[in-house]
T-cell receptor, first 116, second 109 residues
């Protein structure tokens, strides 16, 4: 069964540095998402992406964050200047069509980001 | 604000007992509701969606618009049901999912 893959599984970065988290969505999916989960808290939506542009973003997704689909397979989340509070598990997800139509999102294993 | 509430952080039941994981939502439109499960050391995976009205692994969930609830039920719990369960909804379109805080279900032998 096809899966969403994320790399790396764990990223350790110094505060203030840029970090790029990578995701390969399921190949025939058209909608892509990033979520984060701070330790002990709930999974929070960051951004959705369709047709090479952002569809929706939450208030967490400020100017420090950006997303890109640099080629036909990768979907990346960049944090420009990391802060301690960016430490979290980051999940990528994809879906074949909009979730509003009842389509499920398929999640990757996540990248644990640790900011020192 | 749109919200999903899972009141129980932890639920422990004995094998063979019935299970009900509660989920309430606050949303004025017609949301799409889902239950996701995360077994130990595995990824989040879809368990149920209200639109399909199916039973998966013995679990069912009925959307009650009057009570704005989408409780997850199983008549006889099994040890392999131990996991984190998250209720989530989508407001429509390409919206992201809004998750509840999750309920850790432990099935005791």
């Amino acid at each position: 069964e096809p899966e969403v893959t994320q790399t790396p599984s764990h990223q350790v970065t110094q505060m203030g540095q840029e970090v790029i988290l990578r995701c390969v969505p399921i190949s025939n999916h058209l909608y892509f998402y990033w979520y984060r989960q701070i330790l002990g808290q709930k999974v929070e939506f960051l951004v959705s992406f369709y047709n090479n542009e952002i569809s929706e973003k939450s208030e967490i997704f400020d100017d420090q964050f950006s997303v890109e689909r640099p080629d036909g397979s990768n979907f990346t989340l960049k944090i420009r200047s990391t802060k301690l509070e960016d430490s979290a598990m980051y999940f990528c997800a994809s879906s074949e069509s909009p979730t509003g139509g009842g389509q499920p999102q398929h999640f990757g294993d996540g990248t644990r980001l640790s900011i020192l | 604000a749109q919200r999903v509430t899972q009141p129980e952080k932890l639920l422990s039941v004995f094998k063979g007992a019935p299970v009900e994981l509660k989920c309430n939502y606050s949303y004025s439109g017609s949301p799409e509701l889902f239950w996701y499960v995360q077994y130990s050391r595995q990824r989040l995976q879809l368990l149920l969606r209200h639109i399909s009205r199916e039973s998966i692994k013995g679990f069912t969930a009925d959307l009650n618009k009057g009570e704005t609830s989408f409780h997850l039920k199983k008549p006889f719990a099994q040890e392999e049901d131990s996991a984190m369960y998250y209720c989530a909804y989508s407001g429509g379109g390409a919206d992201g999912l809004t998750f509840g805080k999750g309920t850790h279900l432990i099935i005791q032998p």
